[in-house]
């Protein structure tokens, strides 16, 4: 067998040729024998699943983070010093964090094993010169498969016979119609969605009959192909997480600096090794914020629940805040942007054009101006009558109400012309049964048009659906609106055919012929001697977008978000789609960009860089191959671009995997596309990503927001060990003390943050540089003041109360309770970057207010039960002492506010 040569080119090569390569009889099929060794050589007809991580390492990796790593080190270093409650509270904080986070991951993705089901079907097999009937990963290369309307290609094929064949590709190809197939040898640079000889795994015949040698099996099909690319995607770090990295990095660097100048100033200063060693430990596990890793999970958690109620579901946690740093959308306009359903804008009968109002395959809205509707049984729409009933007589598809929604059988195109009728007020069953069938010419891509024969009022009447190129040349005469033959004007039908083309309409003819009675169809005597058809009217169809993609793309671009259409679909079409969402502007301008549709040709041809350029530039890619989307989304991510791609076919699932944010769509993606995919739409509609988007940014300011709100106390904390040691004096506060603010004030106070309202005006901020910290100059600024005030407020308080002769103990519960207490207050604070805590309202998130009252009883028991003095080392302190706490508390919320007002009001808070 000869297949080492070939690749992807069989469609270039005659019938003959293929079966030369392959060593295989068409007539006969392959032996049992020649089926083994192929077998042996090429294995069963299956897409190779990608070992995935087992649970183990999966479970290990969730502590590879920096921060999660140093909660570690500090753990064993505690324990090892014997101090085994802070120890415990280390452990249980960072195993509680590995497991949310394994429990997330445990979804893996199963890309390939849906990939592999797809394909995996029964199959009619021609060996040893006899029909079988075999499971679809039996086949090998050279088998002879035979085809017929309802088959699931079960592996790339090569036709050698096809009789009105037609084929749904739209998962491979993202052609929105069905395709016709042949078995003549086409151009070697022919695109795969044009390459009409081929079948392809996955796809399915939906009409006619015909016999293909299979030429490629499991990973060697375009599918398995396409499986490669996702498995050679990488899993890309989220913004998120590549910024929290950095920030962790240039945290722990900070933290370990302050812990080793504090254990150096220690022993310049005199103290013993052992007592600066454990002070260095203090300062470190007050500097780490214990509770970050937790409160981004839990936020993150929170967000996938919002966006579940606006019907985004989100398969992997950290997309949720990857949609809020979205910079570009990629697009797929088939199911996507559009219906998915075939729908007729415009009929053109009797020299009159009628308006067709209605989307989908519901047979709700009218033909005809709402001011002006026509009566199909008056003398004056005869022409527009026969128009419809020679679109649903000659016609091979059905329509039908499920339980859920109307739906289609056989040709989209054909099922949108029972649609027309019926808003119409006709239907196609009755039509049928009045005017049966008696003869017919099925549909064939060399002649481009459908010809049915029936008994209408005592005449033979023949209806002919096709391509106008083939209809109208044949036509000799055509109806008036009245129904009375005319001379054809043939200018006059050219010039709506090219206007309803350049609105982005596919174009169906219908024409009719008086036949003799007891006559029969004979396509050979119609093509020999000709037709004299009546031409009868025109059809405008296209695949309308969505109601609210129109919004939603405005909605994205006000939000500074560029939406980009890839699609395999035709450039025409993709162009008329793309005006109507407002992608590309009426005009011939988008924002800022002059229009280009680039084909998936021309993408072919550009290298790297020019490839950069074009993915800028462009707004409308059309005809292009999956490859080729991966190309175009790597292209943006070269740039620093977050990139979302949607999409619900086979062909989009690489792309979906390789960008930043992959968006599948649930009603009718396949299982492919949602198993590569972060989200899933659960209503298929585009508007829902608006909301995702505006749900991602919240999450981010509200993680933005704890961070900012938790920092200031560990900096604080550090710099109280530090002062102590600088001053030599006894430390204000232990190390256990320390744990206990950190992790009751982040579950009861920080995490209330995570509940905050999405800010007014969020979608209306430019998206967040890819590149730009997490904390800006002004934000860092007032981590600093706050830090500050913390060490004046506890330091001080800690010193006084020793002045009083107060104790040690009930010194350092003092110190613990200012640290507490101006938290408490300074959260206000940070429920807004810049507005007032009154102006977005002292209880618009109940939450805080039931984290601060659960805090209070908790200081109180720390302060005044004997169980808790003995464990924390506290004491009871004086009303005097919570008097002047409360003081620092309130002054620390003013001083913060009136910086928010006068110092920043000109600043924006990130997206």
């Known amino acids: 067998m000869k297949t080492s040569e070939r690749k992807n080119d069989w469609h270039q090569l005659p019938v003959d040729r293929v079966a030369e390569h392959l060593e295989t009889a068409l007539g006969d ?77 445990g979804r893996a993705e199963s890309a390939l094993v849906a990939l592999a089901r797809s ?35 079960p592996a790339d094929l090569r036709l050698f016979r096809a009789k009105e064949l037609q084929a749904i590709e739209s998962a491979l190809t993202g052609e929105s119609t069905a395709v016709s197939k042949h078995h003549k040898a086409l151009s070697p640079d022919t695109l795969l969605a044009e390459r009409g000889n081929m079948a392809y795994a996955g796809t399915v015949m939906i009409r006619g009959q015909g016999a293909g040698v299979v030429v490629a099996t499991g990973d060697a099909t375009e599918t398995g192909r396409i499986s490669r690319l996702i498995a050679e995607a990488p899993d890309l770090s989220t913004p998120l997480t590549s910024k929290m990295a950095v920030f962790s990095n240039w945290l722990l660097i900070a933290i370990g600096l302050l812990a080793v100048l504090t254990f150096l100033i220690g022993l310049w200063r005199g103290e013993s090794a052992f007592e600066m060693f454990m002070a260095a430990v203090a ?35 950290p997309a949720v805040e990857t949609l809020g740093s979205t910079t570009v959308i990629c697009s797929d306009k088939t199911g996507t942007l559009t219906e998915n359903q075939m729908t007729v804008r415009e009929i053109f009968a009797g020299g009159v054009s009628y308006p067709v109002s209605g989307s989908g395959y519901a047979p709700t809205g009218k033909i005809g101006d709402e001011a002006d509707l026509p ?36 040709d989209p195109t054909e099922g949108a012309l029972l649609v027309a009728l019926r808003k119409g007020g006709l239907d196609e069953g009755t039509l049928q049964k009045q005017f049966p069938r008696l003869d017919e010419i099925p549909f064939d891509s060399a002649r481009q ?129 793309a005006r109507q969402i407002g992608i590309v502007k009426a005009g011939g301008k988008t924002e800022n960009t002059a229009l280009t549709v680039l084909t998936g040709r021309e993408l072919a041809e550009l290298d790297d860089d020019a490839l950069r350029r074009a993915a800028h530039a462009v707004h409308v890619f059309a005809r292009v191959e999956p490859e080729q989307k991966l190309r175009l989304v790597r292209a943006l991510q070269a740039d620093g671009e977050v990139v979302a791609m949607t999409g619900d076919g086979v062909n989009d699932a690489p792309a979906l995997k390789q960008a930043n944010i992959g968006i599948a769509m649930g009603l009718a993606g396949t299982e492919v596309a949602k198993e590569a995919a972060d989200m899933v739409l659960t209503d298929d509609d585009f508007a829902a990503i608006e909301a995702a988007v505006e749900e991602g940014r919240g999450v981010y300011d509200n993680i933005v927001k704890f961070i900012t709100w938790t920092l200031p106390t560990n900096f604080g904390e550090g710099l109280v060990i530090m002062a102590a040691i600088v001053a030599g004096v006894t430390l204000p506060i232990t190390a256990l003390q320390i744990l206990w603010i950190n992790m009751t004030t982040a579950v009861f106070l920080g995490l209330p ?33 706050v830090s500050v005030l913390l060490l ?91 008097a002047e706490i409360l003081a620092l508390g309130f002054a620390a919320m003013l001083i913060v506010g009136v910086e928010k007002r006068y110092l920043h009001r000109h600043r924006r808070g990130p997206t």
């Open 449 to 577: 048009y459908m010809a049915t024969l029936h008994e209408i009022e005592g005449l033979r009447m023949a209806y002919f659906k096709g391509a106008i190129e083939q209809l109208l040349p044949r036509s000799t005469g055509m109806l008036d609106a009245a129904g009375t033959p005319v001379p054809i004007d043939r200018r006059q039908i050219e010039q709506r055919a090219g206007e309803m083309a350049a609105a982005g309409l596919r174009v169906l003819a219908v024409g009719r012929l008086v036949c003799l009675a007891g006559s029969a169809l004979d396509r050979e005597q119609l093509e020999r001697d000709g037709c004299a058809l009546q031409f009868v009217g025109l059809f405008g169809m296209i695949d309308p977008p969505r109601p609210k993609a129109i919004s939603a793309v405005k909605a994205c671009h006000a939000a500074g978000i560029v939406v980009k259409m890839i699609t395999g679909d035709h450039a025409l079409t993709a162009l008329s789609i």
């Open 29 to 105: 099929g392959l032996s049992d024998e020649a089926v083994n060794a192929r077998r042996a050589l090429h294995g069963e007809n299956r897409i190779t699943p990608k070992p995935g991580r087992g649970p183990l390492l999966r479970f290990a990796l969730q502590f590879s983070q920096p921060l999660v790593v140093v909660l570690v080190i500090a753990g064993a270093v505690t324990a090892f010093l014997g101090e085994w409650v802070d120890s415990g509270v280390i452990f249980g904080v960072t195993l509680i964090n590995a497991l949310i986070g394994f429990i997330q991951e």
């Open 375 to 410: 009566d199909l049984d008056s003398p004056d729409a005869v022409a527009l009558r026969q128009c419809l009933l020679g679109g649903a007589l000659c016609n091979d598809a059905g329509l039908r109400k499920s339980e859920r929604h109307w739906e289609i059988t056989g």
């Open 753 to 785: 943050l995570a509940f905050e309202p999405i800010e007014a005006g969020i979608m209306h901020r430019a998206p967040r540089q890819p590149g730009t910290p997490i904390l800006d100059g002004a934000l860092i600024a007032r981590i600093v003041l």
């Open 119 to 153: 394909v995996t079907s029964e199959v009619t097999v021609l060996r040893g010169g006899a029909k079988r009937r075999l499971p679809s990963t039996a086949l090998v290369p050279g088998d002879v498969v035979l085809l017929a309307a309802g088959d699931k290609v």
């Open 792 to 882: 004046a407020g506890s330091f001080g308080l800690f010193l006084l109360e020793l002045e009083r002769g107060h104790t040690l103990a009930e010194a350092r519960t003092v110190a613990v309770n200012v640290f507490v207490v101006v938290e408490a207050f300074y959260l206000f604070n940070c429920r807004s970057f810049e507005r007032s805590a009154l102006s977005i309202g002292f209880f618009s998130n109940p939450t805080v207010w039931y984290g601060i009252g659960t805090m209070v009883v908790l200081q109180l028991a720390l302060t005044y039960v004997p169980l808790m003095n003995r464990l924390f080392s506290t004491a009871p302190i004086d009303a005097r002492a919570w």
């Open 283 to 317: 300062l470190a596990v007050g500097a780490i914020p214990e509770g970050l890793p937790a409160a981004m999970t839990i936020t993150l958690a929170i967000g996938v629940s919002r966006m579940a109620r606006r019907r985004a579901i989100i398969r992997k946690l």
